[in-house]
């Protein structure tokens, strides 16, 4: 019997001292990826939003995503529309240091589904951290860039340049959807 106690102690004090807590961590782009809340509006060669033709598809505030590629660089990360504007998602180049992000190719580069034939170029693109503000009031993430598309008209036919995308990082809380 003191054999089987002397056994069972020892496998305990085994399991106890096997079991170390691993740290995750955190993906390469974790400053920058998020769900945000966001509203487009038409901008002009300024960067200014064209008076009269905010939120000009009438969209109210959207969701959407950033996070980072299946690479896991930190260099390189995803932005996602997730169908609620133009059906984009698309890869940009981005500076972790700076929190900026834009394209940098003239080739068709939209990775959504059925679009593939449509280049999307993002310029201007950073993420303010708590630049922004819930509606309960609390600091918020802010994030900007701009949009166009190799298969819009409108911008030439309404005298814009492009979309002006902004908002907040989504907190998960019900108070601030």
């Known amino acids: 019997m003191k054999k089987i106690l ?3 102690a020892l496998l305990f004090c085994v399991g106890l001292t096997s079991c170390e807590k691993e740290d995750i961590g955190g993906t390469a782009t974790e400053a920058m990826a998020g769900h945000w809340y966001v509203t487009v509006d038409a901008a ?4 200014n939003v064209v008076p009269g033709l905010e939120d000009p598809f009438s ?6 995503i950033t996070n980072n590629t299946a690479a896991n660089n930190p ?8 169908g609620n504007f133009w059906e984009f998602k698309v890869k940009v180049n981005c500076d972790q240091k700076a929190l900026t992000f834009q394209t940098n190719t003239s080739e068709n580069n939209n990775l959504w589904a059925g679009y593939e034939d449509i280049n999307v170029t993002i310029s201007g ?6 630049a922004g503000r819930q509606n309960n009031g609390s600091p918020a993430d ?3 860039f701009y949009v166009s598309f190799s298969d819009d008209g409108y911008p030439a036919a309404y ?9 907040i990082r989504y907190s998960g809380l019900k108070e601030n959807d």
């Open 159 to 167: 005298g814009y340049k492009n979309y002006r995308v902004s908002g």
């Open 44 to 47: 002009d060669e300024s960067g």
């Open 75 to 82: 260099n390189e990360m995803v932005v996602n529309d997730l």
């Open 59 to 64: 969209l109210g505030r959207i969701h959407m």
């Open 142 to 144: 802010s994030i900007v």
């Open 125 to 130: 693109g950073k993420i303010l951290p708590k």
């Open 6 to 8: 002397y056994f069972a």
